[in-house]
Structures are given as C-alpha cells and as structure tokens.
C-alpha cells in the first residue's frame, strides 16, 4: 500500500522559510516522479514543483522560481520541498504526490491527474 507522509508545514513570517518534507512508503521512491501541489482555501489545486525520478527534470511554478527548490533522496526515500522568501500567498496546504509513469508534465503546467498517489497535506501559513 502506498502512502506518503508530508510533515515541515507551520506558521511563519513573510520572509521566513520552511522545508517540507514527504516520506514514501509502499514504493521505491527511484521509480517515481514527485510533484507538490497547494491548495488555498476557494482555489484549485495548483502544481508547485516536481521533479523526475532521476532529478535531471524540475518544473516551478512562476510564483516560486527563485524562492523554492525541491529535491529528493531516494536512498531515504524522501521529497523536500526548500521554500525561502516566502509570501503570505505562499499560504495553503501542501501536498506531495507521485506517480510511476514517464512523467508527463515535462514541458507545461503539471496538473492533478499526472499523479496517481497523493499525500494528506502539510499546511504552510506565511503572516504579513
């Protein structure tokens, strides 16, 4: 049974930084592309960053290049998300989420259905 397990969410500052992290279980996570996502309340789900299994390919999304760096230890079997700078926009819950085909989000927006297994979410509160 897969699961995965975000923790690292919190409150803080704007121009505070966080570090989530996504433990996978049930899978070897080198098999996978990992994505996060974020959600604030009334919006839709939105792709934050992803990543391929190797990590040769990444996506950001324009409102967090520069600011965030995701990143993956396949040995532990572990996704990081590393957000600096951060926003009160930057404010919602987080999840991570993966999928173990060639990742198909290479090349534009990622978008929910590029993933088949998903997290519970962190939530990320950034105060002005």
């Known amino acids: 049974q897969v699961q995965l397990v975000e923790s690292g969410g919190g409150l803080v500052q704007a121009g505070g930084s966080l570090r989530l992290s996504c433990t996978a279980s049930?899978?070897?996570?080198?098999?996978?592309?990992m994505g996060w996502f974020r959600q604030a309340p009334g919006k839709e789900r939105e792709g934050v960053s992803c990543?391929?299994?190797?990590?040769?390919?990444?996506y950001y999304a324009d409102s967090v290049k520069g600011r965030f760096t995701i990143s993956r230890d396949n040995a532990k079997n572990t996704l990081y998300l590393q957000m600096n700078s951060l926003k009160p926009e930057d404010t919602g819950m987080y999840y991570c989420?993966?999928?173990?085909?060639?990742?198909?989000?290479?090349?534009?927006?990622?978008?929910?259905?590029?993933?088949?297994?998903w997290g519970q979410g962190t939530q990320v509160t950034v105060s002005s």
């Open positions: 989420a993966a999928d173990p085909r060639l990742p198909s989000w290479v090349g534009r927006v990622p978008r929910k259905p590029d993933f088949a297994y």
């Open positions: 049930g899978l070897t996570l080198d098999n996978y592309s």
């Open positions: 990543i391929n299994w190797s990590g040769g390919s990444t």
